[in-house]
């Protein structure tokens, strides 16, 4: 039996150095090559429904593929570790009609990656490792109608959305993660409702962690899908508290920097960022290796636009590596004061004037 250990605190270690986030579990789990036996497993074995393809159902089925990936990021340098869990919840399980699992692959999920951290905690007894909750967006949007011909139509409702993030959220607080990572938003409306259904989960548990929220651009326009800029999605979630902002896929870091020194320059938080290895080929590969990617890191982190690094599609263990080595020793963001305001958006940011300079 590991013994348990008090953690740091991760916002006392932000204030001190820039902390590493894990990689990419997709691209981990592709490497693998698995089958649809694998993803049945004997958990499954026999079940009508197709589950390839379902990278959180591993959390039932090859736990110890998912608990290995961990290990390997951990090895490599990462700090935080996020759960196999980006789908899991009852609106993209759906897809798969595996709804009920929901509960199960997120405990799974989190327990796994609580055992991968302990490992390597009990080995390096000065050395903190933190759990992330992954919740990922879904496929569905509450902020845009699917059908061209019916623009008030929504596939989903704020409610059901909110509940189902919230069942998924809590399940993951009972495994016992450290933080919640509320990723690749690229509907505010969506990370709203997963939001909302956090702050139910911690008034009714009296159990609070802290929020890491990450948007994502959708193209060079520089917006989410649903239009917002960086600075006016800051300003839709800023109420949240965030330990930390920041952006995550979709672009590679070099596509990824103007958006990343704006929301370093506005948010009164820590910032996160975990790009893509560069942008996909033809084949929907990523080319961009370790060193490349580590390299737009250094010059990022020697700017003073970084809290936490991280690597989204297409990033390995090596990419982590090479990051953890380009931020070594360099001094993380200092958090910038702004003057009290009201900050408002829609697609745009609008603080009402307050006669000091914003």
Request: glycine letters at 8%; proline letters at 5%; hydrophobic letters at 40%.
């Amino acid at each position: 039996m590991i013994p348990v250990r008090t953690k740091k605190a991760l916002s006392d270690e932000l204030a001190e150095r820039i902390v590493v986030l894990d990689g990419a579990m997709g691209t981990e789990i592709q490497a693998l090559k698995l089958v649809s036996a694998d993803y049945h497993g004997k958990h499954f074995e026999g079940l009508g429904n197709d589950l390839t393809g379902n990278n959180d159902i591993l959390n039932l089925t090859a736990p110890d593929a998912i608990r290995d990936i961990h290990l390997s990021y951990l090895a490599a340098g990462a700090d935080i570790v996020t759960t196999n869990t980006f789908n899991a919840t009852t609106v993209s399980q759906a897809d798969y009609a595996m709804e009920e699992y929901v509960v199960e692959i997120n405990s799974e999920g989190a327990r796994l990656a609580n055992e991968a951290c302990d490992q390597v905690m009990a080995a390096a007894p000065d050395r903190t490792c933190w759990v992330a909750g992954a919740l990922g967006p879904t496929n569905k949007t509450t902020s845009i109608s699917p059908d061209v011909n019916d623009p008030g139509y929504r596939a989903i409702d704020f409610d059901t959305l909110k509940d189902s993030y919230k069942q998924a959220a809590r399940a993951l607080l009972v495994g016992g993660v450290d933080l919640f990572l509320v990723e690749t938003i690229f509907d505010t409306l969506n990370a709203k409702a997963c939001i909302f259904g956090l702050e139910e989960l911690f008034e009714e548990t009296e159990e609070r962690r802290p929020l890491l929220i990450s948007g994502t651009i959708t193209d060079l326009s520089g917006r989410t899908l649903t239009g917002q800029t960086p600075e006016a999605f800051w300003n839709s979630v800023r109420h949240a508290r965030p330990l930390t902002i920041g952006l995550n896929c979709s672009l590679g870091a070099e596509g990824m920097r103007p958006h990343l020194v704006e929301l370093s320059r506005i948010a009164d938080t820590f910032i996160c960022a975990y790009p893509n290895a560069g942008l996909p080929n033809e084949f929907g590969e990523y080319d961009e290796q370790a060193e490349e990617t580590a390299g737009f890191v250094r010059e990022w982190a020697q700017e003073g636009l970084l809290n936490i690094i991280g690597g989204c599609c297409g990033t390995t263990p090596a990419h982590i590596a090479a990051m953890r080595k380009a931020v070594d020793g360099l001094p993380p963001r200092a958090i910038p004061a702004r003057p009290p305001a009201m900050r408002l958006s829609g697609l745009e940011p609008f603080t009402v004037a307050t006669g000091v300079s914003a």
